[in-house]
């Protein structure tokens, strides 16, 4: 996916002046972290599972090469194939070679964050092949050529209205005139709609939760099914994955599977959690005939043992973006690549690069909400912070904030100076406004008073105020 | 350039010679993969489902009924075509089945129900109602264990609206780590391995909330998942 991350400030700007946005976004940030607490509290083990996921992958990544070696042996044993892809284009080119030597026209697809990273429709569509989203989220934005806006909601950003109008444009054979005023009429025309493509794929693709290095088995997790009739239905089965999702064995997917979807929607467990192992077995009545996993690095390997190793622990359940106040203002598609919250920008940095990207650690209040609901324990401000500390390092910040910055480290490192300086600097501003108690505009300050006003200081520091006031408490 | 594979496996070597990993990353003991992958051995276990067997059957309905499932006992295998027919007809349902074999006759004496139509195979796309067998159920989010297999077939599970799954009382398992063990023995994998081409967890009907976050039940996969324990039926090898 190309992406528009340099542009994050005039993209939030846009993104908050979007009333519909607005209105999608508090349904959000009203909805999944309550469920989500609930679904905790319910689980006395939670955090105590939580501890046991993070060690989990901490040791996977420290032993990658060799499961990823033994997952490729078991799939290989099994009749499966893995296709070990450096980059989004290798990726893109052997789901291409899959699909041509299954000689097909349609394929089926169901909701994966790696197909968005390596934008796999436009290549297929690009080579004559049709690509079909099926989850229902995915279809909606597919009709209406947006990237999905959240990474287990994906057209979280759109109204019922806005689906309607969608479905009454793109579906053309149906009476103009037919009432789509109910959410349910929506997913009945769009589940009609997706039957019988479902049934006429010659290739069904899938992203995969993880991948099992005991068994060979890849894991799905979805609510509506459509995974299920997208890898059972055509007589190919490809999974894309990206190398950070192996796991050990099926009782380390157990503890990860009991934390991911709490996490994400607040459900104890989603529908339907599947466990794929290779081609159609000798006597089964239904099942793909070939089985691939095209395995992608993408830039994981460069973050791998450095500063954002941690970031690999991710499993996607997006509940950073949905405790994030920054995420809840401005909503996925401000990120400005497939990614988008917390998670994201950290993801996308190391993988596209700090150019392209440096707004996005930038956009975060510090405030801390992400790590503490992390089921993988990754500390995302830090990571933040790392990206910001390099962006200054490699001098990708602009010059006034360097200074700035520079400014600010000579007089913290200087406590009394530092004190002398913010003291004169408050007694000043507090002379001068006090007649008003505000100031409407400040010199530097316009950042913060172009859209607010500036309270004015009460004339003491509260470093001086502390002082006094301890003093006073021993008296 | 070398080949894909061994540049990837290089570059993943060469990074964890020189990682410098904090704390929080690194592992918590030096186990061998290769011990992990033989041992298998299972994480903390949530002590939700550890229970005496009545206590556990009756978890697992009601976890099953919290995820919009519906679920009804008969005493045997026997018991299921009556429970079925009553089933439809209360809702208003067609009453021609699509069964798996696990389930055909004489597993099930479907012929003691003349109201219904029966026929075996995998699920077509005109099919309504589909029945086939769960290898387990998990008491702990009333989880139900569907193993692929030329008597089960998987597309059962998801094509028709309606799905019906019988399982024996004695099937339900406290927890996942349970069903693990009893699928390492069974030897269901057809000569592959120990896993069937698929193992399905279902918890609940097909949903959906990507419309306004609302909750609407049938997005893909059947609408109505109705559960039928047979009490008295030994449990399965």
């Known amino acids: 996916m190309r992406s528009t991350a340099a542009t994050f400030e005039e993209n939030a700007k846009k993104a908050l002046a979007d009333g519909k946005l607005r209105d999608a976004l508090s349904r959000l940030s009203e909805g999944f972290p309550a469920k989500r607490r609930d679904a905790a509290a319910r689980l006395p083990e939670f955090d105590a599972l939580r501890d046991q996921a993070r060690d989990i992958k901490n040791h996977v990544l420290a032993h990658l090469d060799f499961y990823l070696e033994a997952f490729e042996a078991r799939v290989t044993a099994l009749g499966g194939t893995v296709h070990w892809c450096r980059t989004g284009t290798e990726a893109c080119d052997a789901v291409l070679a899959i699909c041509r030597k299954a000689g097909a026209r349609t394929v089926t697809k169901s909701k994966s964050m790696i197909g968005e990273e390596i934008a796999i429709n436009e290549h297929l569509e690009k080579h004559g092949i049709e690509p079909v989203e099926t989850d229902l989220g995915e279809y909606i934005i597919q009709l209406r050529h947006e990237p999905p806006s959240h990474i287990i909601a994906p057209a979280i950003h759109l109204t019922k209205k806005q689906i309607a109008d969608t479905f009454r444009d793109k579906h053309r054979q149906l009476a103009p005139d037919r009432s789509l005023e109910e959410p349910r009429t929506l997913l009945e025309e769009a589940r009609g709609e997706l039957r019988d493509k479902f049934i006429a794929a010659d290739v069904g693709l899938t992203g995969a939760n993880m991948l099992i290095a005991e068994t060979g088995s890849t894991v ?187 400014l600010w480290a000579f007089l913290a490192r200087r406590p009394r100076l530092y004190r002398l300086a913010l003291g004169l600097g408050i007694a000043v501003l507090g002379k001068l406004g006090r007649a008003q108690g505000r100031f409407r505009w400040l010199p530097f300050g316009g950042a913060w008073t172009g859209l607010r006003d500036f309270p004015t200081p009460e004339g003491r520091t509260f470093q001086s105020r502390w002082q006094r006031e301890r003093s006073g408490g021993r008296r | 350039m070398s080949d894909p594979r061994a540049h990837i496996l290089g570059a993943i070597k060469d990074a964890l010679r020189h990682a410098r990993l904090p704390e929080s990353a690194r592992p918590n003991n030096d186990e061998s993969p290769a011990e992990r992958l033989g041992d298998h051995r299972a994480n903390l276990i949530p002590a939700r489902g550890k229970l005496g067997s009545k206590a556990r059957i009756d978890l697992f309905i009601r976890e099953a009924e919290r ?75 009333g989880t139900l264990v569907m193993l692929s297999g030329p008597g089960n077939p998987t597309t059962l599970n998801f094509l028709p609206p309606t799905h019906v799954v019988v399982i024996a009382a004695a099937d339900i398992a406290g927890d996942y780590e349970e069903v693990w063990a009893r699928i390492r023995k069974a030897g269901a994998g057809g000569g592959k391995g120990f896993m069937p081409r698929a193992v399905n967890w279902i918890t609940g009907p097909s949903r959906t909330a990507d419309i306004e976050q609302m909750l609407l039940l049938g997005a893909h996969g059947p609408q109505r998942l109705h559960i039928v324990i047979a009490d008295d039926e030994i449990p399965r090898p």
């Open chain 2, 67 to 141: 995820v919009n499932a519906t679920v009804a006992r008969v005493s045997g295998l026997g018991g299921v075509p009556r429970e079925v027919a009553r089933y439809l007809s209360k809702n208003n349902l067609p009453t021609t089945l699509k069964i798996a074999p696990a389930v055909a006759e004489p597993v099930i004496p479907w012929t003691t129900q003349t109201l219904l139509t029966v026929e075996q195979g995998r699920a077509k796309g005109s099919d309504t109602v589909g029945v086939s067998r769960a290898f387990a159920g998990v008491a702990e989010t």
């Open chain 1, 220 to 406: 799905l997790v979805t609510n509506e099914g459509n995974a299920d009739l997208t890898y059972s239905l055509p007589k190919v089965h490809v999974v894309i994955a990206s190398l950070e999702k192996v796991v050990p064995t099926l009782e380390d997917a157990t503890t990860i599977l009991r934390v991911l979807a709490r996490s994400a929607t607040g459900q104890d467990m989603s529908v339907y959690t599947t466990f794929c192992t290779g081609p159609k077995r000798p006597g089964d009545l239904d099942g793909p005939d070939e089985f691939h996993v095209v395995l992608l690095d993408n830039g994981r390997t460069r973050m791998l043992g450095g500063e954002f190793h941690e970031m690999l622990r991710c499993i996607r359940c997006g509940a950073c973006l949905n405790h994030c106040p920054v995420y809840k203002a401005v909503g996925g598609h401000a990120y400005g690549w497939v990614y988008s919250g917390p998670m994201g920008a950290v993801l996308i940095p190391g993988l596209i690069g700090l150019d392209e990207a440096g707004h996005l650690p930038n956009a975060s209040t510090f405030c801390g909400k992400c790590e503490e609901v992390c089921p993988m324990r990754i500390p995302l401000p830090s990571m933040l912070r790392s990206w910001r500390r390099l962006q200054f390092e490699q001098r990708k910040t602009s010059a006034t904030s360097r200074v700035g910055l520079g």
